[in-house]
Every structure is written in C-alpha cells, then in structure tokens.
C-alpha cells in the first residue's frame, strides 16, 4: 500500500464511516482481526493473503456454527471508571449501539471512579453470570482482586481503555485502548501534507516515560522519516503535557531559532495551545512569512477553537464511541468462536484507530 | 554588627565577607557567564526578559514561602492554592462576560481572597490545631487540588476576554508587567521583613519563639498571619499564570511547591527557619529558569533534562555553600 494512498483515505473520511477509512490506512502495528471483523477483509487480504485468509475461514466457519447455537440473552458486562465524563459516556453509548446490532444484552455499571465501588459492580456482574466482560478500570492495580474473582468464575476479561495489570497473574483476554503510535503518524503525515517535502518542525514531548509520551513520540517520528525524510526535526522538548510549559519552552525555542520554524508538533493540546500562544506573543512567522503551523493531540475543547479560528492546524481525536462499539464486537466475536483469541497473549493490544482533525472536518 | 570606629578603621577590603552576603549572585553571574559560552543566543534582551517573565509566577508564590520558611515552618499547598485562586479568577471572569474592569478587579480580588482563606485556614490548623505545618499543608495539596478539579469539572476555563491576559502580556515601555509587579512585590517584602518591627519578629520568631512571646508578641497570631499572606501570595501567582495561559487549567502549577522551596533554599534560606533574605530567594527563581531556558535552547535530551536540572540546582547550592565557606561563617 502506497503512503500517499494511506493519507488521503485517512484525510477524507466522509468516504466511509471514518473508524472504518482509518483502518485501511493502518500498517504495521494493526490487528487483523479488526478488519475482518468490520467485514473489511479485503483491505487485509491486499496486505497478507495467506493470514488473511485463514482469519477470514475462522470467521465464516464461527459464524455458521455460531450462528445457528448464538442465543438472545448472551450478555456482556461493561463496567466503567465514571461516567461523569463525557469520554466514557460515548464509550458506553457505543457499546449499546453495538449490543443492539448483534441483539446482545448489555449491562453498564458506574463505578463512579471509586474502586471499591467498581470491585463490587464487577462482583455483581459475575453473579449475574454475564457471559463476557470489559472493564475500564479506576486503577490498574486495585481491579486485579476482581478481575482474578472472573477468572475464577470463567469470564472472559477485556480492558477497555486503561491497562489492567497483568504482571500478578490476572488473565485479560485483550487490552482495547487508542492506538497513540497511529496518532504519532497521522500528525506525521499532516505535516507532510501541509508543509511538502521540506521544512524545520518542533517537537514538544509529554511527560518522559509516560506511555502515551512515548507512543505519541515513536508513531511521529518514524513516519516523519518515512514520508518527509527531508523535514528537520530542529528542536525535541520535553513540556510535560502542561500548557504553562509548553508556553514556557516555546518561547525559548524561539529565541533558539528565529524565524527558521515552519511547524510545531505536539503531543497532546495542552502544549499545542501553549505553544500558539508562545508564537503570537513573539509574532513569529515561518520563514516564508506565513503563519508557523502548530498540530496538536486530543481534540480538547481549547484546541478546537483554536482550530475554527483558524489559528491552529490540526489535532488528533480518539474516537471513545468506535472503543465502546469494538469492545462489545470483541465479545461477541469471543461468542462465536471461543478459540478465536487463543492464539494472542494474555492482555494483548488491541488498537482503536484515532482520527485527524482539521478545520474541514470540525465536530460541530 | 562592626561598630564605626575612625581609629580601627580598616583599609583592606573584606572579601569573604562580600563573598557571605553576595555568594547567591556569584552563582548567579557564573551561570549567566556559561550560558553565554554555550548559547550565542542566550544573551539576547528578549531572551532575558523572557526568563524573568517565565520565573515571575514562581517568584511571586516564594516570597510567601520565604516568610514560612523563616518561621521554621513549610507550605507544600501552594501549587493548589495557586491551581484554585486562578480558576475562580476565571470563574468570575467568564460570569461577568466581558472585559468591564470592575469585573476584572472583582474577579483578582475573589482569587487572591481564597487564597488568603485556604493559607490561613492552613495557619490555623497549625496553631490551634497543633498539627505539623508539613502535614497540615500536605492535606491542603489534596484538598486544594480536588477543589479545583471539582470547580473546574475537571477541564479548562478559557475565553477569558482580552483584558485581563494584559497582566501577563501588558508592557510599561518596553519593560512587561509581570517583572514590574515582581519589583514592586520584592521591595515591599524586602522593606517589611528588615524594616519593620513586624518583619524583625518574624525572623526572631524563626530562632527563638520563646524569646519572642515572652517579650509580648502573640507568636500564634503571627504565624496565621504569616500563613495568610503566603496563601494571598499563591494566590497571586496563580491568577498571574491564569492571565499567562489565557486560561485556567485545572491541573496547574502541578508539584510547584518544589520548584518556589528550591527557589527559596537555593536563595540561601535556612531551612530550620530566622534566617534568609527574600531578595535572594528572586535570585533563586531567576536561577531555577535560567537552567530551564538553558536546556531547551541547547536542546538537551527529554531524559537527560532531569538528571541535568537537578545536578546544576546540587551544584548551585554546593557553590553558593563553598563561597559561604571563604570566611569560615555561616551566618547572613
């Protein structure tokens, strides 16, 4: 597949339903199954025929035997961290939209971001015997005891945006999280296309060591090397994913290298804001006087104006709603097969494709 | 205090003594001096100015906590005092919609007052409550943080209106606004702590609290005080960083409690309390962003930023305590 392919599905998602544009545009780290699983299978087929194929036998031959034994009342349980933020309110209402589809009951608690409250709702969960269940946990380490009581029972675990700790023996059949290193590359891939082959490019890092840091980092740089090998990276700074730092290193950057910077990249809004602001106050132009381009991560609400106002270029959203919509398919495909995800390591990654934002394609 | 005296008047200059009292801006000078080695862009006036502009916020929460720090007393509250003051500041703001300037000074006084209220809240605990000021303003960190993350609902307050980021960005000549306030600020508590009787007790309240009460001062009420004005202070920087960012970010000033103790220590205030000088703790701060600016304009490695910070802040104090050394004392 063909880089600049990959760029335009992944720019223009009104072609398809995004999640599903986004996709085909993956490479590399991406599960296949995903793609079999939307019916996609094709795209994968391109790419590696022989495993596509026995995936896609394994599918068809679940979903005969699957289809004719699959009851009405298998049941999911989701237990959520909060739904007191509206993140986890799409992945819940995905979640059901999904449950809907495929005629699967599915039953929500909210552990109002209280682990003993989410060690109980989990408890209550495995005493309605449900036949799967994904838990986005309040804290990596505290959900073990529940999440080895599920074990025990013989329910099936999927963690559903943060990690479950799976180092003190704890099974989970997959970890559904944003896929940061997809992120990385789309904002890689956005400075390709705006600035063209060259160009000088900040780049504000989060908080060193924190995973999403790392992720976010790796994704842009090795895509960057591959679709603009001639665009410099001339400065590399930590801001601690913090609008105050991010504002701070900006402006000593600039004095580091004046009108030499055609685009800043940062690794969540926070810092991109920062930066925006850090640049107007400088009055700081690229040096072929337009304005410097700054691409963010996220998707928060300061960003977003930022990028109707026309101040800032672009952002990368994760897509809660895809997350709740592929942890109920990754259950229900487990109804179909229960072989299916035997083949994987206890708490393998299971990436949920994340969106590039711009002023063309705004959420309203 | 040397007695003037025409007839043992000495002639040769004292070094070690210029040395004790200057050792910080000594420091000062040398890294400044290295900077401008490495860097040919480090000694531009706007880089400077920057680097002052960038420390203001810290600076301004240290001069309350060189105040507790000289009572032998600790504030680990003030990043979420500062984090709180500034989203109401921006609470009050947005509900007054516009940039009317009795809004804006009704807004900074409603941040600075619960400041003042959650430092003497802190005061008191420690006090009346008997409780270890490091415990008490330990709690306060929590609570200060949860507070704000609750006013906040956990997101940014933006859309502040253009007039009230001119505190941060606003420029008398060509000098910006946060380093007139923190002239202004300094040579206020500068003046309070060595000239006034107030001042001198809170230095003798350091050393010798007995000594204190029993020639009639109500050290208690002191202390509070003391607590008071250190919240009022972060809460200042806080609505300071809240006109920086244009906003007010539910997570801001995280962990900088550490970054105005290391300010004020680095400045040569004595941990153990009665002795220090606020000037320096300026000169601390200064230090502390200079390092900062040091290491993004030679683009140190994220990893090796860390170990560098706080190995330059270890070498800074061993200078600072070796030129101390010169004369033997330890004294201010």
């Given at each position: 597949?063909?880089?600049?392919?990959?760029?335009?599905?992944?720019?223009?998602?009104?072609?398809?339903?995004?999640?599903?544009a986004?996709?085909a545009g993956?490479?590399g780290?991406?599960?296949e199954?995903?793609?079999?699983?939307?019916?996609?299978?094709?795209?994968?087929?391109?790419g590696?025929?022989r495993?596509?194929?026995?995936w896609?036998l394994?599918?068809a031959?679940?979903?005969?035997i699957g289809?004719?034994?699959?009851?009405?009342?298998?049941?999911?349980?989701?237990?959520l961290s909060?739904?007191?933020?509206?993140?986890?309110?799409?992945?819940?209402d995905?979640?059901?939209?999904?449950?809907?589809?495929?005629?699967i009951?599915?039953?929500?608690?909210d552990?109002q971001?209280?682990?003993?409250k989410?060690?109980?709702?989990?408890?209550?969960?495995?005493?309605?015997?449900?036949?799967?269940?994904?838990?986005?946990?309040?804290?990596?380490?505290?959900?073990?005891?529940?999440?080895?009581?599920?074990?025990?029972a013989?329910i099936?675990?999927?963690?559903?945006?943060?990690?479950?700790?799976?180092?003190?023996?704890?099974?989970?059949?997959a970890?559904?999280?944003?896929?940061?290193v997809?992120?990385?590359?789309?904002?890689?891939?956005?400075?390709a296309?705006?600035l063209?082959?060259t160009?000088?490019?900040?780049?504000?890092?989060?908080?060193?060591g924190?995973?999403a840091?790392?992720?976010?980092?790796?994704?842009?740089?090795?895509?960057?090397?591959?679709?603009?090998?001639?665009?410099?990276?001339?400065?590399?700074?930590?801001?601690g994913?913090?609008?105050?730092?991010?504002?701070?290193?900006?402006?000593?950057i600039?004095?580091?290298?004046?009108?030499?910077?055609?685009?800043v990249?940062?690794?969540n809004?926070?810092?991109?804001?920062?930066?925006?602001?850090?640049?107007?106050?400088a009055g700081?132009?690229?040096?072929?006087?337009?304005?410097i381009?700054?691409i963010?991560?996220?998707?928060?609400?300061?960003?977003?104006?930022?990028?109707?106002?026309?101040a800032?270029?672009s952002?990368?959203?994760?897509?809660?709603?895809?997350?709740?919509?592929?942890g109920?398919?990754?259950?229900h495909?487990?109804?179909?097969?229960?072989?299916?995800?035997?083949?994987?390591?206890s708490?393998?990654?299971?990436?949920?494709?994340?969106?590039?934002?711009t002023?063309?394609?705004?959420?309203? | 205090?040397?007695?003037?005296?025409t007839?043992?008047?000495?002639?040769?200059?004292?070094?070690g003594?210029?040395?004790?009292?200057?050792g910080?801006?000594l420091?000062?000078?040398?890294?400044?001096?290295?900077?401008?080695l490495l860097?040919?862009?480090?000694?531009?006036?706007?880089?400077l100015?920057?680097?002052?502009?960038?420390?203001?916020?810290?600076?301004?929460?240290?001069?309350?906590?060189?105040?507790?720090?000289l009572?032998?007393?600790?504030?680990?509250?003030?990043?979420?005092?500062?984090?709180?003051?500034?989203?109401?500041?921006?609470?009050?703001?947005?509900?007054?919609?516009?940039?009317?300037?009795?809004?804006l000074?009704?807004?900074?006084?409603?941040?600075?007052?619960?400041?003042?209220?959650?430092?003497?809240?802190?005061g008191a605990?420690?006090?009346?409550?008997?409780?270890?000021?490091?415990?008490?303003?330990?709690?306060?960190?929590?609570?200060?943080?949860?507070?704000?993350?609750?006013y906040?609902?956990?997101?940014p307050?933006?859309?502040?209106?253009g007039?009230?980021?001119?505190?941060a960005y606003?420029?008398?000549?060509p000098?910006?606004?946060?380093?007139?306030?923190?002239?202004?600020?300094?040579?206020?508590?500068?003046?309070?702590?060595?000239?006034?009787?107030?001042?001198r007790y809170i230095?003798?309240?350091g050393t010798?609290?007995?000594a204190?009460?029993?020639?009639?001062?109500?050290?208690?009420?002191?202390?509070v005080?003391?607590?008071?004005?250190?919240?009022?202070?972060?809460?200042?920087?806080?609505?300071?960083?809240?006109?920086r960012?244009d906003?007010?970010?539910?997570?801001?000033?995280?962990?900088?409690?550490?970054?105005v103790?290391a300010?004020?220590?680095?400045?040569?205030?004595?941990?153990?309390?009665?002795?220090?000088?606020?000037?320096?703790?300026?000169v601390?701060?200064?230090?502390?962003?200079?390092?900062?600016?040091?290491?993004?304009?030679?683009?140190?490695?994220?990893?090796?930023?860390?170990?560098?910070?706080?190995?330059v802040?270890?070498?800074a104090?061993?200078l600072?305590?070796?030129?101390?050394?010169?004369?033997?004392g330890?004294?201010?």
């Amino acid at each position: 597949m063909g880089v600049a392919t990959d760029g335009a599905l992944a720019l223009t998602p009104a072609r398809f339903p995004p999640w599903l544009a986004l996709e085909a545009g993956r490479q590399g780290n991406e599960w296949e199954g995903w793609n079999m699983l939307r019916g996609n299978a094709h795209r994968t087929l391109q790419g590696t025929p022989r495993r596509a194929l026995r995936w896609l036998l394994a599918v068809a031959a679940a979903l005969l035997i699957g289809g004719a034994t699959a009851q009405a009342t298998y049941t999911v349980g989701l237990s959520l961290s909060t739904l007191n933020n509206p993140f986890f309110v799409d992945v819940r209402d995905g979640a059901q939209q999904e449950a809907q589809l495929f005629g699967i009951k599915l039953v929500v608690t909210d552990a109002q971001n209280d682990l003993n409250k989410q060690i109980s709702d989990i408890e209550d969960l495995i005493q309605q015997k449900v036949n799967v269940l994904l838990v986005n946990a309040t804290d990596s380490a505290g959900v073990v005891p529940a999440v080895k009581e599920a074990n025990a029972a013989g329910i099936p675990v999927f963690a559903i945006d943060r990690a479950i700790d799976t180092s003190t023996g704890a099974q989970v059949v997959a970890q559904i999280a944003s896929d940061n290193v997809y992120g990385g590359r789309l904002q890689a891939r956005r400075v390709a296309e705006v600035l063209g082959s060259t160009g000088n490019v900040v780049e504000l890092e989060g908080i060193p060591g924190a995973s999403a840091a790392i992720d976010r980092k790796s994704g842009f740089e090795s895509e960057l090397k591959s679709v603009a090998p001639n665009v410099q990276i001339i400065a590399d700074q930590p801001a601690g994913f913090d609008q105050a730092q991010g504002l701070n290193v900006m402006q000593n950057i600039l004095q580091a290298h004046q009108g030499q910077i055609d685009a800043v990249v940062a690794a969540n809004d926070s810092m991109a804001v920062g930066a925006l602001q850090a640049i107007q106050q400088a009055g700081a132009k690229r040096p072929n006087g337009q304005p410097i381009v700054v691409i963010g991560f996220d998707a928060i609400d300061q960003s977003l104006s930022q990028i109707k106002a026309g101040a800032m270029d672009s952002t990368v959203a994760q897509q809660p709603k895809l997350m709740g919509r592929l942890g109920v398919d990754a259950a229900h495909m487990l109804s179909l097969d229960s072989l299916m995800f035997s083949t994987l390591a206890s708490g393998q990654f299971m990436p949920v494709a994340v969106q590039l934002i711009t002023a063309q394609n705004l959420p309203q | 205090m040397p007695e003037p005296s025409t007839l043992s008047a000495r002639p040769r200059r004292d070094w070690g003594q210029i040395a004790l009292a200057y050792g910080i801006y000594l420091v000062l000078l040398l890294f400044v001096a290295a900077m401008a080695l490495l860097s040919p862009n480090f000694l531009r006036v706007t880089n400077l100015l920057n680097i002052v502009t960038q420390a203001s916020t810290v600076a301004v929460i240290a001069v309350g906590t060189t105040m507790v720090i000289l009572l032998a007393e600790i504030d680990l509250s003030v990043g979420s005092v500062a984090a709180l003051a500034g989203a109401v500041t921006a609470g009050v703001l947005k509900a007054g919609g516009g940039a009317d300037p009795v809004w804006l000074l009704l807004a900074v006084l409603a941040g600075l007052a619960i400041g003042t209220a959650l430092g003497a809240l802190n005061g008191a605990l420690t006090v009346w409550g008997g409780i270890p000021s490091f415990i008490v303003t330990l709690g306060m960190l929590s609570v200060g943080r949860g507070l704000t993350l609750l006013y906040t609902g956990g997101r940014p307050i933006f859309g502040l209106g253009g007039g009230f980021s001119a505190m941060a960005y606003g420029r008398v000549g060509p000098v910006p606004v946060p380093i007139i306030i923190l002239v202004v600020l300094y040579t206020l508590a500068a003046l309070f702590l060595h000239t006034t009787q107030l001042g001198r007790y809170i230095y003798a309240a350091g050393t010798n609290r007995r000594a204190v009460a029993l020639a009639g001062v109500n050290v208690d009420r002191l202390k509070v005080g003391v607590f008071a004005l250190a919240g009022t202070l972060a809460g200042l920087g806080g609505v300071l960083l809240t006109a920086r960012l244009d906003s007010a970010q539910p997570t801001a000033a995280t962990g900088w409690e550490l970054d105005v103790i290391a300010a004020v220590v680095l400045g040569g205030t004595s941990l153990y309390g009665g002795r220090g000088a606020v000037m320096k703790t300026l000169v601390g701060a200064i230090i502390l962003q200079l390092i900062s600016n040091g290491l993004n304009l030679l683009n140190v490695q994220a990893y090796w930023q860390q170990i560098t910070k706080g190995g330059v802040i270890l070498l800074a104090l061993l200078l600072e305590r070796s030129i101390r050394r010169v004369r033997g004392g330890d004294e201010m």
